[in-house]
């Protein structure tokens, strides 16, 4: 007999990690250009936890539409089980991994045991990969990519009129990450290094050894000294904190240099100007082709992903509220 329910987080309310409930539903099927997914792990990411909220921070009018109940995420890894009709290039038994729908849907159903998938939103899983880690890479990897080595679509920024353009880098060039321990921090910082830039990480003091064997040059603890205050006349910085107080690395960067925040800030255009600093984001998108390009990185040994804890599909609550302590070194999984 085939299976037609299958265990699942859904969120009925939002609220704290509380409202994460592991509950058994049917198992979604195919559309086309989908394909069904039996996931073997799920990356967390913060719109994971912003969307349990209810996006408290969001004016209405920017709030995308939500529908309880609903089951959260976006990054899996996983094998195809089936295959919708006009889906060319996968096929059932192939191990995959992708970030789903994501921005047009903030939450794409991963937190479960299967979820249909776009198949142009999938990537072939790297043989050196397991699925835990592969389940780390695509929202943080994709974010990095889009920021820092190529941009990939023309969806206009939600943040500003202003079109992100990464700028080249190579030998000459210092970035400094901010946040660099975290998802997305930790692997920009090994894409900056392997198109040859110098890189100034800020995190903790507790993960200096951490990111010096990733390849950081430098390193400011910024439980020690304010990173905005010890660093100067660097080409690019990377704050994948972000926020309002991104303003403070303007002075840390060279005229003719660039900021870019993860999480939009508070920023002024005429002081921008005139310190000759271009700030611009994105907002990351799904892009199969893209996360195609970090496996073979990874399979090169050129990137690798760190994983911070994994919990059970059915422990959830407490992977989420691993997340709010903060601290996070690499990426948490849930695995099904």
């Known amino acids: 007999m085939p299976r037609h329910t299958m265990s699942a987080i859904r969120l009925h309310e939002f609220g704290g990690p509380e409202v994460l409930r592991h509950e058994e539903v049917p198992i979604p099927e195919p559309g086309p250009g989908e394909v069904l997914v039996r996931v073997h792990a799920v990356g967390l990411n913060p719109p994971d936890w912003y969307a349990r909220e209810g996006m408290p921070d ?8 939500f529908h309880l109940p609903l089951i959260p995420g976006t990054d ?3 094998v195809v089980e089936a295959v919708g009709a006009d889906v060319d290039g996968l096929a059932v038994g192939e191990e995959v ?10 939450q794409a159903g991963a937190y479960a045991e299967y979820v249909t998938a776009p198949a142009s939103d999938l990537a072939r899983k790297p043989a050196s990969l397991d699925h835990v880690h592969a389940a780390g890479l695509p929202m943080s990897g994709l974010t990095a990519w889009q920021f820092l080595i190529e941009l990939g679509h023309d969806h206009p920024s939600p943040f500003q009129a202003a079109r992100h353009r990464p700028m080249a880098l190579g030998g000459g060039t210092t970035v400094l990450v901010n946040g660099a321990a975290g998802g997305v921090g930790h692997l920009a910082l090994q894409l900056a290094k392997w198109k040859g830039a110098r890189v100034i990480a800020v995190a903790s003091g507790a993960h200096e050894t951490f990111l010096r064997g990733l390849g ?13 205050e010890v660093v100067r006349e660097v080409d690019l910085v990377l704050d994948t904190v972000g926020g309002p107080d991104s303003r403070r690395f303007l002075r840390t960067i060279k005229r003719g240099g660039a900021l870019y925040p993860v ?31 970090l496996g073979r990185l990874v399979d090169a040994g050129k990137v690798r992903v760190a994983i911070d804890s994994t919990f059970a599909l059915k422990d959830a609550q407490a992977a989420h509220e691993r997340a709010a302590r903060g601290h996070i070194q690499g990426k948490i999984v849930l695995t099904a």
């Open 58 to 65: 969001v004016p209405p009018e920017l709030k995308p539409p």
């Open 76 to 78: 899996v890894s996983g």
């Open 97 to 106: 991994m992708g970030l789903l729908r994501f921005p047009e849907a903030l």
């Open 216 to 228: 950081a040059d430098e390193f400011v603890d910024y439980t020690k000294d304010r990173p905005e």
């Open 263 to 293: 999480y939009f800030g508070d920023f002024d255009d005429e002081e921008n100007a005139r310190l000759g600093v271009t700030v611009t984001a994105t907002q990351v998108r799904s892009n199969g082709a893209q996360l195609a390009e």
